[in-house]
């Protein structure tokens, strides 16, 4: 059961000492079959009684509710706590990590690297992280889904440095190599060629074509019906 409890004032012994009345005399009286409107009308009307009661505040007499009015909830914060996301990610070969559907550059060399995203509460940037926490990166936060690919002008130069330096003058590589066949190769042909008729399951397969051309010969060399001699 979720019962509202109405606001105390700040004053720590008074909070607490109000808190403690609540729970001894209500909450441990309450009876089970007590519906929730029920139960918020009876602490209503005890927090009423309580509030009428007086306390002598630096010797003057003041009730609990001239306390809680002379001291009112402080305002909401204008910025957010500070708490911080933190999510392990893998480098990709391009020198990316990716992080709420978006991809951010890290400087080239560093491949398959696990790193941690770090991003602020409230903020509108992140930090890309190492494990000896070095951050190796810091860009502005993409919105979520985007699909961007957010790149640091610095990154992208030292790429194109570490593509340039692999390319070479040289002679490009043979795409095929012609090898000749090895000892062990060739005796395993010569075994297959003298393989016994019908040892293998392909010598059963073989078709002879001279029997087809004897058959076609003998087609074709036989007369018609209407060249067959009448009886």
Known sequence: MA??????????G?????NHSAAQRWWRTVPDALTVEQAQSGIDKLAVRMDERRRSVDGVKVTVAELAAAEPLLDLPTLPFPAELEVVRTISPQALVS?????????PGMPGMQVTVR??????????????RAVVA?????????????????????????????VSDRAPCKTKIRRPLSPAALAEAERLRGQAPGAGSAERVVINLDTYAAVADRLRTAPTPEEEPGE
């Open 3 to 12: 019962i509202c409890f109405p606001r105390r004032g700040n004053r720590k």
């Open 14 to 18: 008074v909070a607490e000492k109000a």
């Open 99 to 107: 992080f709420e559907g978006n991809l951010y550059s890290v400087p």
């Open 119 to 132: 991003q602020r509460l409230g903020e509108n940037y992140l930090h890309i992280v190492t494990t000896g």
């Open 138 to 166: 810091r860009h502005e936060l993409a919105p979520r889904g985007a699909g961007r690919k957010v790149r640091d002008a610095g990154h992208v130069i030292a790429l194109e440095r570490a593509v340039l330096a692999q």
